[in-house]
Structures are given as C-alpha cells and as structure tokens.
C-alpha cells in the first residue's frame, strides 16, 4: 500500500487574509502559501511536523479562473472542502483503484509559487463521478525538506504538532465505510461511537493518520455539521503539546475559551466550533 497518510486539510474560505488573522488569534503560525497559476486561487499554510491546514481562496479579480465547484462551495459559506490523502506512488495507486473499480482520474501535475518566488511541485489525481467522495490523492515532487518552513519542529503557540484524524460526516457509517474501504484498499473498519463528535464513525488509518466517517447519532457536532453543509467534511482533529496553553492563547487573543470533551478512548479534548474558525471544527488533543 502506497497511501501513506493524511497529507493535507483544505478548508476554503472567501476572506483569505481574514481568515489568517483567525486562525493566527486561534495559535496557529499560519504564513501566505502562495498562487496557484491558472487557478485562481491563493492560500496560507499552518505546517506542522510532516502535514498542515491548507486556507485556500479565490484570488481577488480571477473568480473567472477559478473552478465552477469552488465558486458554489463559497456561495455557501467558508468550511472544510476536502481531505488530501498522501502516496507515494500515485501512478501505482491509481492504476490499484481502477483496478477495484473505482472511478479516479489520471495523475496530473500541479504546484504553487510561494511568495520568495520558489516553484512547488506535485501529481494529484481526483475521484470521478461515480464515486464522488471529499478526497483527493498527491504525491510530492518537491521534498519535504524544502516544502517545510523554518523552524523546524514548527512552533505553533498552540502547541500543534500534527494532524491525528480528520472526520468526514456522511449519512451511513456502513455505507460509507465500504466505499472509502474499495476507494481506498484497506479493510472496512469497526465501527465505535465518537463520544465528543455524538456519532457512530469508521476510522480508516492512514500511517500515524486517521481519516473518519461520521453518522449522527445524537445532537453534537456530527449532527450540526450535517445540517449545515450536508456531507463533507468538518473537523480536523491536531495533536497538541498542551490543552491548557492552547486554550490560554485563544482566550488572550480575545477568542472564545473551546468547549472539553472526554474521547471514547477516554482522552480529553476540546473543540473550536465553526463561528470560531471559518466554517470547521478545529480539535485538539494531547496533555493537558
């Protein structure tokens, strides 16, 4: 298996330098990521140890360049749009998903020119319409040496150090889990209930990763996600160094204190609601 982690989250929002003040006020070392030529679109990255938050929009002035899907996703407002899964071999992996029957796209390139002027490279290959889930697949050219900025281990103020889980919320976890399963090419996993989240989930790991499927099962958050968005993704889950100091920098940055929970695997964690952090649940867990 070549699909080796959760690379990237990539929340999308109308307001790009809005929105790295919000997330600069909620601890995370958000810098401008740079243009995506021919796109029209810009963002900003929050990385961390070997992955990162990705806050892309719409450049000003080039909404014709970007693409028709983008432009409706703002219509309704910010949130999280897709889920990044990382290979190592993108050509291999397509062909394996083509031959479990999965719809998927060739490899393409891609890249971005960051604001020093250096040239990014990847492949990155999309899910058809037959199976039209939130992912998409990439593989990197440039490394990760030069892909990460200085200093490394990042120093986030709110101690992140890495993405854990993110969770996808989906009308059947029995369902889903199947699809993602073939998608995929691992096993369809338990399903458990997710005690902050209020839904039952289907976590599939990805390396160190975990990418989820959600049902509602209770008011919570599972059940707002899907009220307000539909199916999709919503919540990126991060490792922290601490809680405590994390929840300290929000609220001396005038942000809202985040609600606690205890996990199902009986680890605490707290939660940013999406009035907080441009339309996505932030969480994070780790000592208090």
């Known amino acids: 298996m070549t699909l080796t982690r959760v690379d990237h989250a990539m929340i999308c929002v109308s307001d790009?330098?809005?929105?790295?003040?919000?997330?600069?006020?909620?601890?995370?070392?958000?810098?401008?990521?740079?243009?995506?030529?021919?796109?029209?679109?810009?963002?900003?990255?929050?990385?961390?140890?070997?992955?990162?938050?990705?806050?892309?929009?719409?450049?000003?002035?080039?909404?014709?360049?970007?693409?028709?899907?983008?432009?409706e996703f703002l219509a309704r407002g910010d949130g999280f749009r897709y889920?990044?899964?990382?290979?190592?071999?993108?050509?291999a992996d397509v062909a394996a998903m083509r031959r479990r029957g999965v719809d998927v796209g060739d490899p393409v390139d891609g890249g971005?020119?960051?604001?020093?002027?250096?040239?990014?490279?990847?492949?990155?290959?999309?899910?058809?319409?037959?199976?039209?889930?939130?992912?998409?697949?990439?593989?990197?050219?440039?490394?990760?040496?030069?892909?990460?900025?200085?200093?490394h281990p990042a120093q986030h103020p709110n101690g992140a150090q890495r993405i854990d889980r993110v969770y996808i919320a989906v009308p059947s976890v029995a369902k889903a889990a199947e699809t993602y399963a073939r998608v995929l090419g691992v096993p369809i996993p338990r399903v458990q209930r997710g005690a902050v989240i209020k839904a039952d989930m289907a976590v599939f790991d990805l390396g160190p990763t975990g990418l989820t499927v959600a049902e509602p099962a209770e008011p919570g958050p599972a059940a707002e996600a899907m009220s307000q968005r539909g199916p999709g993704p919503f919540q990126v889950l991060l490792r922290t160094r601490s809680m405590d100091a994390a929840a300290r920098w929000m609220e001396s940055h005038g942000m809202p204190p985040p609600a606690r929970g205890v996990r199902n695997t009986g680890e605490q964690a707290m939660l940013v609601p999406p009035r907080d952090a441009c339309g996505a649940f932030i969480g994070f867990a780790g000592p208090a």
């Open 112 to 151: 971005r020119r960051t604001p020093a002027g250096q040239e990014l490279r990847w492949r990155s290959a999309r899910l058809g319409e037959r199976d039209p889930l939130p992912i998409f697949f990439i593989e990197h050219l440039t490394p990760l040496a030069e892909r990460r900025p200085p200093p």
């Open 16 to 71: 790009l330098n809005a929105t790295i003040e919000t997330y600069r006020r909620l601890g995370f070392d958000v810098r401008p990521g740079g243009v995506h030529p021919r796109a029209g679109t810009e963002n900003a990255i929050a990385f961390f140890e070997d992955d990162y938050l990705e806050l892309l929009a719409i450049r000003p002035g080039e909404e014709q360049q970007a693409s028709p899907g983008l432009v």
């Open 83 to 91: 889920v990044a899964v990382q290979s190592d071999d993108l050509a």
